[in-house]
């Protein structure tokens, strides 16, 4: 599986973005995509995933209830609605799959870490200015 995300841009605070994860291989609708987000001089964080049948969703605490994760199948492509965006928002945000079809990388508390994923697209960079 590859994976390019794409969307990402310069936006005032309160603004909203669609960043587009768009793959290439076979069967992705077997598998399971999660976004992450990595500010300079930070960790990279999970944001949000979404399971291969898109039945389930699961956002962190900062961005629920401003962002949403959807999937078109048809495309190949998960994206990210970002709404009321914040100037901690800023980063770059990569899509990443888990290597198995099926499988779920997040864990019981609804948190997902860079380790359970395997298959990683370039970043693309959102800057939200306040």
Same mark, same amino acid.
């Given at each position: 599986?590859?994976?390019?995300? @794409? ?5 005032q !605070? ?9 793959? @290439?291989g076979? /069967?992705?609708?077997?598998? !399971? ?6 500010? *300079?001089?930070? %960790?990279? %964080?999970?944001? @949000?995933?979404?399971? +291969?049948?898109g ?8 961005? #629920? ?9 048809? #495309? ?9 965006? #914040? /100037? %901690?928002?800023? /980063?770059?945000?990569?899509? !990443? /799959? *888990? ?6 990388p ?5 948190? !997902? @870490? *860079?380790?359970?994923?395997?298959? +990683? ?10």
């Amino acid at each position: 599986v590859q994976l390019q995300a @794409s969307g990402g841009g310069l936006v005032q !605070a309160g603004g909203s973005l669609r960043l587009s994860c768009a793959a @290439s291989g076979r /069967a992705f609708s077997t598998y !399971a995509v999660g976004w992450f987000r990595q500010a *300079p001089g930070k %960790e990279r %964080e999970f944001v @949000s995933a979404i399971s +291969w049948s898109g039945g389930r969703t699961y956002y962190a605490d900062s961005v #629920k209830g401003r962002f949403t994760i959807s999937r078109d199948d048809a #495309k190949s492509t998960v994206y990210l609605q970002m709404n009321s965006l #914040k /100037a %901690e928002d800023t /980063a770059v945000y990569y899509c !990443a /799959a *888990p290597f198995d079809k099926y499988v779920s990388p997040v864990d019981y508390s609804g948190d !997902a @870490s *860079p380790g359970s994923f395997h298959y +990683w697209g370039r970043g693309t960079l959102v800057t939200v200015s306040s």
